[in-house]
């Protein structure tokens, strides 16, 4: 009896998902801040980083 080959889709190398990793120095309390709104939200902290991100850029404005 022949076995079905066992399907693989390709993996994607690092870096190559359009995201790139970059360290960030931040107080340790706005980190125990972001954990706990990642926790009550069923986030990962890096969805709610993210997402914050996004809001700030899009709603950033500089002034002169």
């Known amino acids: 009896m022949a ?3 066992t399907p693989l889709t390709i ?3 690092k870096g190559d998902d ?3 990793v970059f360290s960030v120095r931040i107080p340790a309390a706005l980190i125990d ?3 706990q709104i990642a926790e009550n939200a ?3 902290r890096n969805e709610i ?3 914050m991100l996004e809001y700030g850029v899009a709603n ?3 002034e002169d």
């Open 3 to 5: 076995k079905d080959p």
């Open 11 to 13: 993996k994607r190398k």
């Open 18 to 20: 359009g995201y790139r």
């Open 33 to 35: 801040q972001i954990d």
């Open 42 to 44: 069923n986030r990962s």
């Open 49 to 51: 980083v993210t997402q």
């Open 60 to 62: 950033c404005k500089i």
